[in-house]
């Protein structure tokens, strides 16, 4: 019997992945335990690849727009954004205020529905699914809004290089209106609901710590920095689109909560917040919504001539819902991009799972894992270039250089 | 202070009525085909399906009489679904292939491309005749 039950406390291995029910998307975990609580923490990403990048190099920037919607079924407008951002800045193609404006207003859209999402994703995790189909019901209204401002629900397909594809009538503007005042209603609600509630508290308030060091070293972005209490938003930091005209702050748990601990908790709170931050972003950019043109060329022959034309390096940044995401694109004269590299946000959040997850439980895994709301689809891209040829890396030299990666982060 | 917040919300939802879309009958028929039959007899009737988005993008049609055969729409096409047919210089859509994005919509000098409201696209066959568009 003793013998037995030294054996169980002796460090064993727990695999969790590729793909596995209490995963929102694919990721191998290899787990050390020790009885309940998790010692080490390894994982793999790498399990969704589609070449999307491949495909890119092989057609027009006007082309590859329409791929950038598909990266991410959430992120829609991020991806397109900062690619069109990048050619933009390649080929000096100045913006129509207008058409800053509507993407701005798109892209907090898809921040409040993302977040939503998340939060509703958060609540499942815990088990507490009546929460879970409460978040998802909110988050309708703003689907509804982007579908009718783009056409369809996801795969808005509205940025086009230089402006969007489609103007915001007066119409709309007035449903916009009263979305916003059904979120400014909600929001209440849904801070008690999330934040008050004893199972939540108990099962996020001190889970999954990641200090604001770690953070830092480990460059994590978007909310679950800031809910270390990193003062970082790309919106403040490097304005684009609208937001140098527009009044955003990084959001950082306040001190009525505590001030930042970096835990679930405080990633929960600073995206409810964000809720409340997108609702007066998109109200300031209706209010002071330029009218004009919405694209720099509206023809697309024109359009594409100068893409071709266009030479030179640049990199497109948003801040995304998960963080910042960025792309880079080299264009070299020719009608194809010669090299095109998405950095989604997650890529810098999943190195924060390893301090999170270490010394916590078995069962706190999935929430953990969740809190920084990873997008695997997202991230999973790698091409190297090395003296200028590049070769794609196999999904065994991908397990071996993240493993290697984490031997070093953990040394 | 920390509660159970979410019980009263809980207990108003046992009253009120579902969110989510019916669905076009109420509980699932014996046979489908029998119901079809039934509701264009006007014997019994459908919840309407929801309808979609102003600018929803749908399978894609072609006004062939229009069409010059430019082919500029196929150089915007991200998804190669564009064949150009140089008998008769005018081009055929893929609609398996199709994304959905309207880009060709929009490149068009003569309006010859648009998108229709129709999603319901779903068959076995890539090569269907609903699945082609020329
Ligand atoms: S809608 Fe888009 S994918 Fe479909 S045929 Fe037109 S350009 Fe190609
Ligand atoms: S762009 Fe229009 S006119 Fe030109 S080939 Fe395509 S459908 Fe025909």
Redesign the pocket.
Known sequence: MSAEKAKKTVPYTVPIGPVHPALKEPVMFTFGMEGEIVRTVDFAPGQTHRGIEWMGMRRNPVQIV?LTDRICGICGIVHSLSFARAVEQIAEIEVPERADYIRTILHELERIQSHLLWAGVAAHELGFDSLFYLAWRVREQSMDLIENLTGNRVNYGIVQIGGVRRDISDEQRALVEKGLDYYQGLLDQMATLFLKDSTILMRCRGHGILSGDDARLLCTVGPTARASGLNMDVRQDYPYCAYGDLDVKAILPPPETGGPQGDVYDRIIVRLLEVGQSIGIIRQCLGQLPAGEILWEPKMAKLLSVLKKAEGEGIGRVEAPRGECMHYVKMAGKEAPDSWKVKASSYSNLMSWIPMLQGEQLADIPIIVASIDPCLSCTDRVAVTRNGQSDILTKEDLTRLSREKTRRMMQ | MAGLPLLPELVRQLFSRPATNAFPSRHLPPSITGFLAKVARGEATIHPPIPTPPKF?GK?VYDREACIGCSL?LR???????EFIPETKRVR???T?????????D?CPKNA?H?SHEFLLATEDRYAESQIVE
């Not at chain 2, 915007?76 to 564009?82: Q, Y």
């Not at chain 2, 292939?97 to 919509?105: A, V």
């Open positions: 329409h | 993008r894609i729409c915007v096409c991200p998804a190669h679904a564009i859509i893929y609609v292939q199709c994304i959905f994005c309207s880009q060709c919509n490149v491309l998108m």
